[in-house]
């Protein structure tokens, strides 16, 4: 079946600008998870889903970072005013669910501020 | 405070040769699930394994074995008979049952198999 798949692949936009990141888990799955990768910090976690609450937003660097997730799917990560830090690859995963489950993991969005 | 500590950076072999990745995790939590990811050149991360805290049995599948130990908080990786295709950046994982199953990695160990 796919996997969980993400949109855009690349993406480079202008300190200041807005950008907007989406995420299609894999169906069914009720539980989905935002994380990014940078060469400085690793691998960090940023918000968690529960169908469409978030009952974990602790991650979230900054208030300039949000997210929403419509009809138990699809997934939208929002960065306001882009800042040259935001710099890093945004990866989404998926669950059957929270709580420990694997979580399978899409490609990725490359997000370069300038 | 929850943490995953993988000491090794970088480990370089040659094709069949064994290789261990060390993997040390830190939790007062009880319930706790362990998770082995690797992430080859092309960048995706691919789900290994998921053990939970009540499970410290070995496990074995093909050429990759893990061994918990809770008595020492580890869960390390070994890779029999080492492959060019093995290479890659193998990060381990910590999720908390209470706190919705967010992945706490390692900063990950890259391997690189020399044939």
């Known amino acids: 079946g796919a996997g969980v798949s993400q949109s855009p692949s690349n993406k480079v936009t202008e300190k200041g600008k807005d950008v907007e990141l989406r995420c299609d888990p894999i169906s069914g799955h009720t539980a989905l998870y935002w994380y990014r990768q940078s060469l400085g910090q690793g691998l960090e976690f940023l918000i968690y889903f529960q169908g469409n609450s978030a009952p974990d937003k602790s991650g979230l660097p900054s208030d300039r970072f949000s997210a929403e997730r419509t009809g138990g799917s699809v997934s939208t990560l929002t960065i306001q005013r882009t800042q040259q830090e935001d710099s890093a690859v945004y990866l989404c995963a998926s669950s059957v669910w929270g709580q420990g489950g694997e979580q399978y993991f899409g490609p990725g969005t490359r997000l370069t501020v300038t | 405070a929850q943490k995953v500590t993988q000491a090794q950076t970088e480990i370089s072999v040659v094709e069949k040769e064994d290789v261990t990745l060390d993997c040390v995790y830190e939790?007062?939590?009880?319930?706790?699930?362990l998770f082995w990811y690797k992430q080859p050149p092309s960048g995706e991360l691919v789900f290994l394994i998921r053990?939970?805290?009540?499970?410290?049995q070995n496990e074995i599948s093909g050429r990759y074995s893990w061994n918990f130990q809770k008595s020492t908080s580890s869960f390390n990786f070994t890779i029999t008979a080492s492959q060019v295709v093995d290479s890659a950046v193998y990060f381990c994982?910590?999720?908390?049952?209470?706190?919705?199953?967010?992945?706490?990695f390692g900063q990950g160990t890259e391997l690189s198999v020399k044939p």
């Open positions: 994982a910590l999720s908390l049952y209470r706190r919705g199953g967010k992945l706490i």
């Open positions: 939790t007062r939590d009880t319930t706790y699930y």
């Open positions: 053990r939970n805290s009540f499970d410290e």
